[in-house]
């Protein structure tokens, strides 16, 4: 594989810095939410790991982070070398479309030929250069005219991700790999995952997309009329004094829509959606049992640390330990099990369960306990 | 049942306030041993409430309790109606044939015809009333010639207990329930333990001994000759200004064995051992599953938990919490599972894995890490 060569012409590349990661918690938690946490050991934020990514690509001055008010001085502390220009907090979280909705009509409003790439900043890639090829062939396919997403080539029957079946393959210069999305498919249970992972033909879907932004925001005009005014005169005020009070007059009437029913499966249907093919390792670390498998490299039966100076004796045991308040941790016989220790609040599930962590999140919203989320 | 009137001629109670409880370890330390803790949730520590159980038995002035130095200040501030005559600080741990049998010297050179029962500080008892019968029965046997235990009459085929057998009735005036011990028998296996249950005649050993001093020091020095000698010349330096300089002297050369094998099995093999039928609910809490089915009243699916001011939020768990930190633990789909969180330690593991809590216990002694124990 041939490294790449400086950065994309016209490419810029959005991180959405948002969502608390309900699931991890009491890890992840409103005031320092999943992107903000290392949870790989690799010494680096999930958000600093995304900017190393894609800075290869675009540039410092091509990476627009957008995040909420709460998270300003985490995000400037994480990523030093973030221009101001290309910070955009939301005053209240608006879900995907309003987020790179904006960040796309600020930078097209700069640069009509701008090319954006979103990327969430709370995935975990194990291969930056295998995943940066695979977001130059979706940026050739971006500039021939298609709103492009990248398919992970599926390892297991997931049956906690959504699917992409791939269509026709494209003949697009610099895009060996790219397809036509046929269609999108939510979260299957096992028999059909086990299908799709025989069938050859499905991919993960890991929620990047890369477009000319004119077209994401074509796209977005033609199902989300409002939306895309809204953010266009938000973007046109963007650069002036009058910011603050468009922001402010605006941004709590729009819409609150994923970016996958706005744009994604709109233009699957119309035959404007590529995919390309990534086979590099991914995971969304969607909970606790995600967090095991990442850090024990799949094997099943280990034992997996988490946290700086963690001191866990174990006997017998196998799953997961987030170690956060600096207590001695001991398990004796307890399999595939999740602890997850921190100063104020102690989380014990196993990975079977992990995915109904929320429900306690849900009950201490009910019993009016914000301070422990 | 009538009440018992007042307390019974020369009678003293001794209770030996040792051990750690290493099995019930991140909550039992040896700086704050079971007997310590207030392991029912009733208020008091288990050691004060041995002593309200034995109280109008025996009164306040009837009452010795041996102990370990580091225990003094806890044990005086537990009891402050224990008489200072009464208080026998062990220099270091020697057993409890030598904890009881210098309790009893010593009881003994004050009052030749005293009659001692011992009672472990430790141990939960149900039904005080009733265990207050049993013991008047079993000083009835004690004042008739028999060193006497009390056997509990098994509910389940427990296999954490050592059994005995009962032999012939006795008539002794005053101990309808009192017979021979035949033989003790180890703690068994499953299949032997329901066999000791279907039998009728297995009671569960409770490790409690009640006889005439003077019969307890002369089984004693038939079997362990120089712990006797050993213990009566430290008895009778006690009460003189001697005492530092024999305690001194002597203590460190005492053989360290169980009073169940220097004093009860030989007793019962030359047929001078009594049982006296008991059936009231005991148990020693010997490991968290105790704890668990003890606090839940052996529901089983229930969730036990013992803490003041426990913040726990559990979604289809069960087992135990032991909360001393004040954290907000949260359980989701763990069974039978046993979590002790304090504020330096955490434990988990199950009801099943509860006995091999102890290996922890080895490991941090082996790490060095002594002040975790």
Redesign the interface.
Known sequence: MRALEGVLPDFHAIIPAGGVGSRLW?LSRAEAPKFLHDLTGSGHTLLRETWNRVLPLAGAEGIMVVTGHAHRAAVEEQLPDLTKANLVLESEPKESSAAIGLAAAILHSRNPEVIVGSFAADHVIADAERFRHTVAEAVAAARSGYITTIGIEPTEPATGFGYIRCGAPLAVDGAPHAHLVDRFVEKPDLDTATAYLESGDHLWNAGMFIARADQLLNQLAETQPELHTGLLDIAAAWDTPRRLEVVTAIWPLLSKIAIDYSVAEPAAAAGRLAVVRGDFAWDDVGDFSSLAKLLSGGRAGDLAILGEGARV?A??SSGVVVSQSG????????SD?V?V??????????R??AQ??K??VD??RQ?G?DD?L
């Open positions: 009491p004796l006997d017998s207590r001695l941790i001991s398990l004796v016989g307890v099990i602890v220790d921190t100063p104020d609040a102690l989380l014990v599930t196993t079977e369960h109904r962590v429900s306690v009950a201490i019993a306990r422990l």
